[in-house]
């Protein structure tokens, strides 16, 4: 059972560049998000999903695509990198069971736009 | 809308002391939970303790415990026996208990705790 994983840990892009931040979760469940986080500003929800095949905006969805095809994955696209994504990016899953609930956080990826 | 507030951006503690974090938050429902996260240098998130706002008793978690004051809307963490381990940077977080399609779960900005030896 390795929890919640992401792809790549750090990655520098050029401004105008695209690419996929990856996100697995091998524990079946149904809800993930992604979060950004800056300094000082604590975590941001960026998208998030109820489960496969439905996905909604959170608080900063500008700039980003989301996409829940099975109920593992769930990848975050930046259609064209601007400096104002540099960040650290948390895809995290949640656990709903009898009342008690449960998020579990991948390790983050660390992402540089010049 | 619900906000989280943590007043103190960074702490200190002598290791083996004690140290409490405060958090208070801004809600009009009744039924949420509230938690507290520790992110270390490697960044990953984990979860420390957690509290179901309709349970009265006060959560616990070996030598972190906190007091939740509903009425003040107050969420406090209390490290007991600080240990060098302890130094991160802590969140609180506020999630609604109502069943919905919003999986949000509100931050505040973090606390940095520097446990000195």
């Known amino acids: ?114 | 809308a619900q906000t989280v507030t943590q007043s103190q951006p960074e702490m200190s503690v002598q290791e083996a002391e004690t140290v409490t974090l405060s958090c208070t938050y801004d809600t009009s429902e009744s039924d949420y939970y509230l938690f507290w996260y520790k992110q270390p240098p490697s960044r990953q998130m984990i979860l420390v303790i957690r509290q179901e706002a309709y349970k009265q008793q006060n959560a616990t978690e070996n030598r972190f415990s906190v007091n939740f004051q509903k009425a003040a809307k107050s969420f406090s963490l209390k490290i007991s026996d600080s240990q060098l381990g302890d130094a991160a940077m802590y969140f609180c977080a506020y999630r609604s208990a109502f069943v919905r399609r919003d999986d949000k779960i509100i931050f505040g900005k973090g606390t940095r705790l520097h446990i000195l030896p």
Request: aromatic residues 10%.
């Open chain 1, 1 to 114: 059972n390795a929890g919640v994983t992401q792809t790549p840990k750090f990655q520098v892009l050029k401004t105008g560049q695209s690419m996929t931040l990856q996100c697995a979760q091998d524990m079946n469940h149904e809800y993930m998000s992604w979060y950004r986080q800056d300094p000082g500003m604590g975590l941001r929800l960026i998208h998030y999903s109820v489960g496969a095949g439905i996905t909604d905006q959170g608080e900063v969805p500008n700039g980003y695509n989301v996409s829940r095809s099975t109920t593992e994955d769930f990848p975050l696209r930046l259609l064209s990198a601007a400096p104002s994504q540099t960040s650290v990016y948390f895809c995290a899953s949640t656990i709903r069971a009898g009342g008690h609930e449960t998020q579990y956080f991948g390790p983050g990826t660390r992402l540089l736009v010049l």
